[in-house]
C-alpha cells in the first residue's frame, strides 16, 4: 500500500452554525481504508482561544502545524496510523486518524510530541472499521462541488 499525500478542502459550519470550520480531508486512501487493518479513529483535539472568526492566533496556528507534521510523520512511518482529515475552527483544531492499535498509538503520540511543552491536547478513541467520520467528511467535498455546479448555473 502506497500512502499518497493528496488532499481537499471543504469549508462546514460549527454545529450552533456561528463559525466557519475549515475542513482539509485526505484522498487516495482506498486501500487503506478497505484493507480491514485501520479499525480505530483516534481524534487529537487542541482547544484554543478563538479570534472573533473562531481561528487560532498566528503563533498557535503555526505551533498546531508543527505538531501536526510531527504527529503525521511519527505516525505513518510505520503505518501505524494514518492522518486522514484535520478540523479548524470554532476554537479547536481536530486531527482523526485512522490505526491499527490505539495502545501504540498512544505511545507513538507522547514519544513524537516530547519536544514540545505540553500542549492542550485531548484524545477520543473509538472503533470505526467502516471508517464512517472518513465517509462524511468526504461528503462535504461533494457538497463543495455541488454548490460550485448551482453556483455557476
Known amino acids: 500500500m502506497r500512502l499518497t499525500d493528496q488532499w481537499f478542502t471543504a469549508i462546514?459550519?460549527?454545529?450552533e452554525g456561528s463559525d466557519t470550520i475549515f475542513v482539509s480531508g485526505r484522498i487516495g486512501i482506498d486501500e487503506f481504508r478497505?484493507?480491514?487493518k485501520f479499525r480505530e479513529r483516534a481524534e487529537v483535539t487542541w482547544r484554543y482561544e478563538p479570534d472573533s472568526k473562531g481561528m487560532p492566533d498566528e503563533p498557535t496556528a503555526e505551533q498546531m502545524e508543527s505538531v501536526m507534521e510531527v504527529?503525521?510523520?511519527a505516525m505513518e512511518k510505520n503505518k501505524l496510523a494514518i492522518l486522514?482529515?484535520?478540523y479548524t475552527g470554532a476554537g479547536e483544531r481536530n486531527m482523526i486518524f485512522y490505526t491499527r492499535n490505539i495502545p501504540a498509538f498512544g505511545?507513538?503520540?507522547n514519544e513524537a510530541l516530547s519536544s514540545f511543552?505540553?500542549?492542550p491536547l485531548t484524545i477520543y478513541t473509538e472503533k470505526d472499521a467502516e471508517w464512517d467520520e472518513y465517509a462524511e467528511m468526504c461528503q462535504l467535498k461533494e457538497?463543495?462541488?455541488d454548490d460550485m455546479?448551482?453556483?455557476e448555473e
Open 84 to 86: 486522514t482529515g484535520v
Open 34 to 36: 478497505l484493507s480491514g
Open 71 to 73: 504527529l503525521k510523520r
Open 12 to 15: 462546514a459550519e460549527s454545529q
Open 149 to 151: 455546479i448551482e453556483d
Open 107 to 109: 505511545t507513538t503520540l
Open 117 to 119: 511543552p505540553l500542549l
Open 143 to 145: 457538497d463543495d462541488v
